[in-house]
């Protein structure tokens, strides 16, 4: 028979009645005949059958059941199971018995999980109509079958309509759906229709169905009919509706934009085709032109890549080319000038939409690639760590969308300084140096070489103390919330089913063995720390030797930069105050948890005396001033309430008084979180202009100025010795 006979369906309008209930059929042999109309049906007690008429229809019908129906006329017709009261599937097949073939499967429609097709008959077609629900649904339903009203002008490439700027309605209710070569293929629009438009003016234009009441599709092709060729299809980034932007259009171009429900029965009268000249991308949207105001030393920052178009640049190739379509998709620019020399950690924790993050060295599209990331800082964040960062020097960060062809939006930036981190059990200190490395299974001497060249000493593991400070106190991308478990342990278990991660609880696991330093052979003298993604799983992990590692997980590469104290007693002795003894900042150390992580403990101090704590780059002066000696260089700062309030910087106040024992006591809460015993150093640092700070590798020196009261008449002041300090 000849499906492709053309319609009369003015002939059906008159024919669509409510039928009654009828007997029910659990098998395709001998169906009972459905008429137009409602059917009333129960599947309740169905099996379910597998039938798929050959392939093409859906096999996963639970509980189905069959009916047939005889065309009464020529036409198009609607079956569905709307009024439903559970989720259905619904498939069409040409014939009446089990010899059936398949037409048309549905599973969800415009009346939601209910089903709905439309088929082309002639008069007298069979057709075997299969009913079921989704899964194990079951229970009374209704089968509609109704003559289709004749389709649009507009249903075929060949013959579509004329559409203007602005809004457009359409009503595909009763449009067929069909697949025109090189339109979009192999996307299938449901129920498509098609319009032109003629270009008005040489700009950009988004055209969208945003404001249509079911889930649409749309595509957009150049050229006037079937002929013309795809620019570029969508079906979610306007949030269940759909938008495709054309950049660079010519007056008098003409493009074919095709709509319709994002699968067959998804259709209704409430269609909006809109067509708009969209605002301009943002200034940053290329590389040549980066906003170099918003990235201004650490933090969070507000961008927006809203209404970004795709620049395509990469910075030169890998690794910041891997996105969909290479580079970041809809991306902009910022460019950021170092604040201190070390490793800096940018991310995207906290954006609306999936991040692909690159760093490059250098500023404008001169730059070149240092790193770039999907996914690194969990979920759809990205996290890029970069060594080697040079104070003074600019560096161009670039986000967009990970997917090709998807919209940005409202995102953050996030701009931390990774400083190592002081274990007191040896005097080293510890950062993560490397992340998201990537390999499959065993690794070998090649991958272990570019390991070999990372700044410092990468990490031995000697005890179990040691890895438990590595566990709980570095800068891993999330916080460390979960436990570890050695893999060479007797009591080792790995769950059924694999660990698996969720959201905020990473999970690491290493093969360390207590008393057995890494050092094979082939230089991996490190330590690999692993940890899967949300909802992602692996059988078993561990650094130095062989992995079996989910391609999904992450893993870590820890360093040492030096051993032994960092901080060098200079200047000493130091001059005596008037009760006998001279300041000492011996006591200085690491480890406070604050800022820097450096305390100055100052002792031996005259009782009730004031002091406060001076800084600079330079400890090469011997200036005898007051009663003491000026050790430091210029230029010099001083942690004191006026630089406080200066530069709107509580914590750069480090004023204390010497107690009883000659212990000099912070006043203002700045060494803890209540005061204490000497001052935490903050990151910040208190010179002019305002805004520097201690970054990784930095040397500075230390002095303590203090009130010296004399026996004789008037106040004076003095010195302690000097510490210099290497971060």
């Known amino acids: 028979m000849n499906l492709n006979h053309p319609f009369l369906t003015p002939a059906l309008t008159a024919l669509v009645f409510a039928g009654p209930a009828f007997a029910q059929s659990d098998d395709c042999t001998a169906p009972p005949a459905a008429a137009l109309g409602a059917n009333a049906y129960d599947n309740t007690a169905a099996s379910t059958t597998g039938f798929d008429g050959g392939g093409g229809c859906s096999a996963t019908i639970g509980a189905d059941q069959f009916f047939t129906f005889t065309a009464p006329a020529d036409g198009s017709y609607n079956i569905d199971t709307c009024g439903t009261s559970y989720d259905t599937i619904l498939s069409v097949h040409f014939g009446g018995d089990c010899l059936a073939t398949c037409l048309a499967s549905n599973d969800d429609s415009s009346c939601g999980l209910q089903s709905s097709v439309q088929v082309p008959l002639l008069t007298g077609d069979v057709i075997l109509v299969q009913v079921g629900g989704y899964m194990a649904n079951a229970g009374p339903g209704t089968l509609n079958i109704a003559a289709a009203p004749p389709p649009p002008a507009n249903d075929d490439c060949s013959t579509p309509s004329a559409a203007v700027l602005g809004a457009n309605a359409f009503d595909n209710t009763s449009a067929t759906s069909t697949t025109p070569a090189g339109l979009c293929t192999p996307t299938v629009i449901g129920n498509d229709m098609f319009y032109t438009f003629v270009v008005p003016a040489d700009d950009n234009y988004a055209f ?100 970004a178009l795709t620049s395509g640049f990469d910075g030169g190739g890998a690794p910041c080319n891997n996105g969909q379509n290479g580079a970041p998709e809809t991306d902009v620019f910022f460019e950021w000038v170092a604040t201190a020399d070390g490793t800096f950690i940018f991310d995207t924790i906290g954006s609306s939409y999936n991040t692909l993050l690159s760093v490059h060295a250098g500023s404008g599209c001169a ?105 709980n106190n570095l800068n891993w991308d999330r916080p460390w919330t979960g436990g570890f478990q050695d893999v060479n342990d007797p009591n080792y278990a790995e769950p059924a089913g694999g660990w698996v991660w969720t959201t905020g609880e990473p999970f690491a696991f290493t093969n360390w063995v207590a008393g057995e330093p890494n050092d094979n052979p082939v230089g991996e003298n490190y330590i690999e720390l692993l940890r899967g993604l949300p909802g992602s799983s692996t059988a078993e992990g561990g650094w130095n030797d062989t992995l079996d590692v989910n391609p ?25 105050h008037f009760q006998g003894d001279y300041v000492k900042l011996d006591g200085s150390s690491f480890g406070s948890g604050n800022g820097s992580d450096l305390n100055i403990s100052a002792v031996d101090g005259p009782i009730d005396g004031f002091g406060f704590v001076l800084v600079s780059p330079d400890g090469s002066a011997n200036l005898a001033i007051f009663n003491g000696v000026l050790c430091l260089g210029s230029p010099q700062g001083r942690y004191n309430p006026q630089i406080a309030t200066n530069q709107g910087l509580p914590q750069l106040n480090s004023i204390g008084q010497f107690d009883a024992s000659g212990i000099l006591q912070n006043l203002f809460g700045n060494a803890t979180s209540t005061g204490g015993a000497g001052f935490d150093v903050p990151t910040e640092l208190p010179f002019s202009p305002a805004g520097q700070t201690i970054g990784s590798g930095d040397t500075l020196y230390f002095q303590v100025w203090y009130r010296d009261q004399l026996v004789t008449p008037g106040d004076t002041a003095n010195f302690s010795n000097m510490i210099e300090v290497q971060f």
């Open 552 to 576: 999904t997980a992450h893993s870590y590469i820890v360093e040492y930069d030096g051993g032994g104290s960092p901080i060098t007693i200079l200047c000493d002795p130091a001059s005596n």
């Open 208 to 307: 969208d169905t945003i404001g249509t009441t079911y889930d649409s599709e749309i595509s957009v092709s150049l050229g006037a009919d079937c002929a013309a060729v795809c620019i570029g299809s969508d079906d979610a980034n306007g949030a269940g509706n759909d938008v495709v932007t054309v950049v660079g259009a010519l007056t008098g171009q003409t493009y074919l934009i095709r709509v319709g429900g994002w699968q067959d029965g998804v259709n209704g009268p409430g269609g909006v085709l809109n067509i708009s000249v969209p605002p301009p991308p943002p200034a940053n949207d290329d590389c040549s032109t980066p906003d170099t105001t918003t990235l201004v030393g650490t933090g969070s920052f507000a961008v927006d890549s809203t209404r």
């Open 367 to 471: 730059a070149t690639c240092l790193g770039s990331d999907d996914n690194g800082g969990g979920g759809i964040d990205a996290l890029v760590s970069v060594d080697g960062i040079v104070m003074g020097s600019t560096y161009l960060v670039q986000v967009g969308n990970w997917t090709a062809g998807a919209a940005g939006g409202p995102g953050t930036i996030n701009i931390t300084e990774d400083v190592p981190i002081l274990n007191p059990g040896n005097g080293h200190y510890y950062r993560v140096v490397n992340t998201d490395l990537s390999w499959t299974d065993a690794r070998t001497a090649a991958e272990a070489s570019t390991y070999q060249g990372l700044p410092g000493h990468l990490v031995t593991i000697e005890d179990q103390a040691e890895m438990d400070f590595l566990i």
